[in-house]
T-cell receptor, first 113, second 116 residues
Framework: DQQVKQNSPSLSVQEGRISILNCDYT??????FLWYKKYPAEGPTFLIS?????DKNEDGRFTVFLNKSAKHLSLHIVPSQPGDSAVYFC????????????FGKGTLLTVNP | DARVTQTPRHKVTEMGQEVTMRCQPI?????VFWYRQTMMQGLELLAY????????DSGMPKDRFSAEMPDATLATLKIQPSEPRDSAVYFC??????????????FGSGTQLSVL
């Protein structure tokens, strides 16, 4: 039972444009959400996070939006760069899960020059 | 620059052999996780520890997998006997979660396991 779902296995965008990666969750007890980026042959690296008390968090070119009523979050990358090409994982946790991070299956983003 | 260290980076073994993967968490981190990455399941949690005590190993096949933390600087994941379906990348991650303030984990580079 996937509690965190990334329904798009892949996404391709042009350099300079906006990339939007989506994530849905089913567990209403989740209250903290994170995005990780993963390059081949490396471990995932933390990108940005958001607490459930907020609906937006921004860090440079990266913005995460949270819609609690829809149990949906998205990651916006503006402008997209070729170096952003990687697999992006959405993750969620909650106090009831004892800080256990549950990950989605990932979305492969390709930014074309 | 603090990081999670995993060894070995690559392991090729034959079915039935024992496999041991090691992880050195970042100094001061009190929570250690083992994840497995496969094409079908993405990143799936196998086990995790808080202050060296196992909290959850429900994602782990109990008959062949075992996870331990003999001390604060070492976590191990063992597979005995290994099977071809165990072929995957195994990641260790550590963190020091502080609810709502900093729940991110730091990942090692992974162990690429191939069981023939």
């Amino acid at each position: 039972d996937q509690q965190v779902k990334q329904n798009s296995p892949s996404l391709s965008v042009q350099e300079g444009r906006i990339s939007i990666l989506n994530c849905d969750y089913t567990n209403s007890m989740f209250d903290y959400f994170l995005w990780y980026k993963k390059y081949p042959a490396e471990g995932p690296t933390f990108l940005i996070s958001i607490s459930s008390i907020k609906d937006k968090n921004e860090d440079g070119r990266f913005t995460v939006f949270l819609n609690k009523s829809a149990k949906h979050l998205s990651l916006h990358i503006v402008p997209s760069q070729p170096g952003d090409s990687a697999v992006y994982f959405c993750a969620a946790s909650g106090w009831s899960s004892n800080y256990k991070l549950t990950f989605g299956k990932g979305t492969l983003l390709t930014v074309n020059p | 620059d603090a990081r999670v260290t995993q060894t070995p980076r690559h392991k090729v073994t034959e079915m039935g052999q024992e496999v041991t993967m090691r992880c050195q968490p970042i100094l001061g981190h009190n929570t250690v996780f083992w994840y497995r990455q496969t094409m079908m399941q993405g990143l799936e949690l196998l086990a995790y520890f808080r202050n060296r005590a196992p909290l959850d190993d429900s994602g782990m096949p109990k008959d062949r997998f075992s996870a331990e933390m003999p001390d604060a600087t070492l976590a191990t994941l063992k597979i005995q006997p290994s099977e071809p379906r165990d072929s995957a990348v195994y990641f260790c991650a550590s963190g020091r979660p502080n609810r709502g303030l900093d729940e991110k984990l730091f990942f090692g580079s992974g162990t690429q396991l191939s069981v023939l």
